[in-house]
């Protein structure tokens, strides 16, 4: 968040103090960082009137999903699991959507029985499931169609999901003879196109143009879709030289399509509600010294976060204390895991740093705990929530004899 008298600070808790109560790795959240990021993503499009429902794949822990259900958030789920702990955090049914391209049956069922917003189908066997389950409860069904509009997010290849290459959603011609098909049944409500191009996009070009194709395909269908469900993907900043999605641009070309169309929007935020509200603390347990560089070989891991190996995500490592001397030899910070990926940044003139220093890897509050595993038989790492001077732990470190 901000140093104070040289010591680093998450709200009015120094990391110092976190790591020696709570001990290292351990994932930390800043209930103000998130309750502002609401705050402001709700300002900026507030003229759009949107459905916003949070992406629960991006921070499922259970408090943060409460958080997000006080500040007036919906959820968007991918799974029964996701689905179970949205309802347990009291988010209410009406607010949530159930994503994703391998939704089981059962998984169906449960949603069906839950009384959800909508579901959003990507694909006409799905759909066919859907009806089946309808029509043995003599239910009609609220469903979305995926559609992908063969939209270039500008983003990692990794995290692309609106090319025609990607496995999500169907193309503009099947899209078009799927809402034809099952507009009259009995049993299915198509009342949502859905879309979703990508993630960590900070570009509003990319979402021009998405916009463009879902504008064509609702004039040239001429159906009344009572929701359209843009997606998420607003990227954030993570290293210091990159830009953050601008939500006026994006919004501004929100409100041109709502002009053409009477529709609600749904948005699926997750990365720029948590993204920048999460740090992990970690202890620097040996540095090795080479000719060509410094390897700081950090008590967190790819297990932990495994981003920066995954999709060559780069995190800023920041001391928990500054000083003034600096080394002009190159820092390559890395995990203990035995795998040649397991590194998380490569730093020149970085500050004097020693054995049993404090590090904070930043904006690690999306896609980071939710994605950590027990690999190399490593116990997961705690999560603290601070809120003002208030530092809480939301879930308990991980005991090695729980794993083993």
């Not at 960082?33 to 822990?61: A, E, G, Q, Y």
């Not at 359209?228 to 954030?236: A, R, T």
């Not at 003034?324 to 940044?345: A, N, Q, Y």
Request: proline share 3%; net charge positive.
């Amino acid at each position: 968040m901000k140093y104070k008298k040289r010591h680093f600070y998450i709200e009015n808790v120094s990391a110092e103090i976190i790591a020696k109560k709570f001990g290292t790795p351990s994932y930390v959240y800043s209930y103000d960082k998130i309750k502002n990021n609401i705050k402001n993503f709700k300002k900026n499009f507030k003229s759009v009137k949107p459905l916003i429902c949070f992406s629960v794949k991006s921070n499922s822990n259970l408090k943060i999903l409460s958080l997000i259900n006080k500040f007036g958030l919906g959820a968007d789920v991918v799974s029964k699991g996701e689905l179970i702990r949205a309802l347990k955090a009291k988010i209410k049914p009406e607010k949530i959507v159930f994503s994703g391209v391998g939704k089981t049956i059962d998984e169906l069922k449960f949603a069906i029985s839950k009384k959800i917003l909508l579901i959003n189908a990507e694909s006409e066997n799905e759909i066919l499931e859907i009806e089946k389950i309808a029509k043995k409860n003599n239910k009609r069904i609220n469903i979305g169609i995926r559609l992908n509009p063969d939209t270039d997010a500008k983003t990692l290849k990794n995290i692309s999901t609106g090319k025609k290459e990607d496995k999500f959603g169907l193309t503009k011609k099947k899209f078009l003879e799927l809402l034809k098909k099952y507009k009259s049944s009995k049993f299915i409500n198509i009342v949502c196109l859905s879309v979703h191009i990508g993630s960590q996009i900070t570009s509003h070009v990319p979402y021009k143009n998405m916009l463009n194709v879902v504008n064509k395909i609702i004039q040239q269908s001429k159906y009344k879709f009572k929701y359209v469900d843009l997606g998420g993907g607003m990227g954030i900043q993570y290293e210091n030289n990159l830009k953050s999605l601008n939500y006026s641009k994006y919004k501004k070309l929100i409100e041109s399509f709502l002009k053409k169309n009477n529709t609600k929007i749904v948005f699926e935020p997750g990365r720029s509600i948590v993204g920048n509200a999460g740090y992990l603390i970690s202890k620097i347990t040996y540095i090795k010294h080479t000719n060509s560089k410094n390897f700081v070989i950090l008590d967190s891991a790819m297990n932990d976060l495994i981003r920066p190996a995954l999709y060559g995500a780069k995190h800023r490592i920041v001391p928990s204390k500054l000083i003034r001397k600096k080394i002009s030899k190159k820092h390559e910070f890395v995990g203990p895991i035995c795998e040649t990926t397991d590194k998380f940044l490569n730093v020149k003139n970085y500050q004097k740093i020693n054995q049993g220093d404090i590090v904070i890897i930043c904006d690690v509050g999306a896609y980071g705990m939710v994605l950590s595993s027990n690999y190399n038989l490593r116990p997961k790492p705690a999560e603290i929530l601070v809120s003002k001077n208030s530092a809480k732990i939301i879930t308990r470190r991980q005991k090695l004899n729980n794993i083993i």
